[in-house]
């Protein structure tokens, strides 16, 4: 079955640090590759998404992701976090053939002052 | 534009008794989905509209959910009986399908969040 993996389930970091927050997918044809934000007690919100192109994709507020077909990976990173990303990131694929979104199960960020 | 619209935004109610969440998707977009989201099994798709009409709702858990359609601006989605088990925040989140080689991205309503005592 098509499935999004995030190894990372709770992530603690300090102020100025490097994030990296993994994703894999499991669909073996062209896909569509998709990172969600979820800050506390809000909705989801796009943060980027890749379809073909560059696999080098930059998103908003910093975060960029990298799609590496060979690993079917899709890795969310940001060289520097602040308080404010504080939040839950869904990474979230879709096989090019369908309608539906298959998410992971999500990383819990936590950055402190 | 509002955005995905969503109500009642919380929910209390006692087990056994009818819940209907309502959704309003953004206009043009002829794509409507239905999430639960909750701390055991994350983010789950329960059923999906193209064109008012459900696609997949092989998600649904069970006969006590229902999922309506009747017009391109508005869903329902019913829990009737209630249990203390549905108690989660559902998502609504609609799209719509560029033309070739564009991307769906789908935009998520805040949410309603339900307790079933």
């Known amino acids: 079955a098509q499935s999004v993996s995030q190894h990372n389930h709770h992530v603690i970091l300090s102020e100025a640090a490097s994030l990296e927050l993994g994703c894999n997918y499991s669909?073996?044809?062209?896909?569509?590759l998709f990172w969600y934000v979820q800050y506390p007690g809000q909705h989801l919100q796009l943060l980027l998404k890749y379809f073909s192109g560059d696999p080098l994709v930059k998103g908003i507020k910093g975060f960029e992701a990298e799609f590496i077909k060979s690993k079917f990976s899709f890795n969310l990173r940001k060289p520097s976090v602040q308080w404010s990303d504080t939040a839950e990131y869904f990474c979230a694929a879709r096989s090019y053939n369908t309608d539906k979104l298959i998410f992971g199960t999500g990383t819990r960020l936590q950055v402190f002052p | 534009d509002a955005g995905v619209i969503q109500s009642p935004r919380h929910e209390v109610t006692e087990m056994g008794q009818e819940v209907t969440l309502r959704c309003k998707p953004i206009?043009?977009?002829?794509?409507l989905f239905w999430y639960r989201q909750t701390m055991m099994r994350g983010l789950e798709l329960l059923i999906y509209?193209?064109?008012?009409?459900?696609?997949?709702d092989s998600g649904m858990p069970e006969d006590r959910f229902s999922a309506k359609m009747p017009n391109a601006s508005f869903s329902t989605l019913k829990i009737q009986p209630s249990e203390p088990r549905d108690s989660a925040v559902y998502f609504c989140?609609?799209?719509?399908?560029?033309?070739?080689?564009?991307?769906?991205?789908?935009?998520f309503g805040p949410g309603t969040r339900l307790l079933v005592l």
């Open positions: 206009s043009g977009h002829d794509y």
């Open positions: 669909y073996g044809g062209t896909v569509n």
């Open positions: 509209f193209n064109n008012n009409v459900p696609i997949d």
């Open positions: 989140a609609s799209s719509s399908r560029p033309g070739q080689g564009g991307v769906e991205t789908q935009y």
